[in-house]
């Protein structure tokens, strides 16, 4: 059973590292922020109720969370385990989680990164709208958001709405008094890594598949 838990404030690179994770060991990523999108993007009651927390750097409210999480990871392709990227991000949703799996919850891998860092990469930040590609990249490295994306090659990539400054404001004030009490929570139960998330990615996947003891 591989259950793993990516951890780490808007903008430390979960994401990116729990993409790079996935492909690299077989085990599905769940990310809570990507079920939303994509929720609001098929327009279903989920997706519109969520949206009106996401819109303004909010927490969707625990229940929904969960429920919506917990169904996730009953499918079939997490029979071997999950890779959570965005989840739990509450004391509630880590005890729920907690109590689902049994306890059996493998690592936590705590992204960090200072918050100056965060808003500059929130801001150049663009994503690939298509959902089987769901590429994660920087704005200044490919030189804007009208040419194709540069994995699909699809002419799809977009900012989120939820990366405009006054928004990313608000998710750091919103997640920085929680994220420690879930770093508390995941060190008291001796299963936490830290990486140093200002490394360049290539460098954050390297520590984190040596601490999780993965050859490369
Ligand atoms: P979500 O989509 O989870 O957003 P987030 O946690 O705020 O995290 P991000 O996706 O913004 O950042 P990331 O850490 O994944 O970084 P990324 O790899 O993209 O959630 C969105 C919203 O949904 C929440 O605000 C909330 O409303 C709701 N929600 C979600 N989960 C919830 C929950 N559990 N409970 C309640 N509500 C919930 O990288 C960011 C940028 O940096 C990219 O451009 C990338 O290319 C770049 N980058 C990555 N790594 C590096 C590096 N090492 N060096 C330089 N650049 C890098």
């Not at 625990?62 to 919506?68: K, L, P, Q, V």
């Not at 994995?151 to 404001?169: W, Y």
């Amino acid at each position: 059973m591989n259950n793993i838990i990516f951890l780490g404030l808007a903008g430390a690179g979960k994401g990116t590292q729990a993409q790079i994770l996935s492909d690299t060991i077989g085990i599905p990523m769940v990310s809570s922020g990507d079920l939303f999108r994509f929720h609001l993007s098929n327009k279903t009651e989920l997706g519109i109720e969520a949206n009106k927390y996401m819109s303004i750097g909010a927490l969707v409210p625990d229940d929904t969370t969960i429920n919506m999480i917990l169904q996730r990871i009953g499918e079939e392709d997490c029979n071997n385990g999950f890779i959570l990227d965005g989840f739990p991000r509450t004391l509630e949703q880590a005890e729920s989680l907690h109590k689902a799996v049994n306890g059996q919850i493998n690592c936590v891998v705590y992204i960090e990164v200072a918050e100056n860092e965060l808003v500059k990469r929130l801001s150049d930040r663009v994503i690939c709208t298509i959902k089987t590609c769901n590429a994660i990249l920087s704005k200044s490295a490919i030189g804007g958001i009208d040419s194709n994306c540069p994995k699909c090659d699809k002419p799809a990539l977009s900012q989120r709405k939820d990366d405009l400054p006054e928004v990313v404001e608000n998710r750091l004030k919103t997640q920085i008094p929680l994220i420690k009490q879930l770093v508390d929570y995941y060190n008291n139960k001796d299963i936490l890594i830290s990486v140093d998330g200002e490394q360049n990615v290539d460098m954050v996947e390297s520590e984190i598949q040596m601490k999780l003891g993965i050859n490369q």
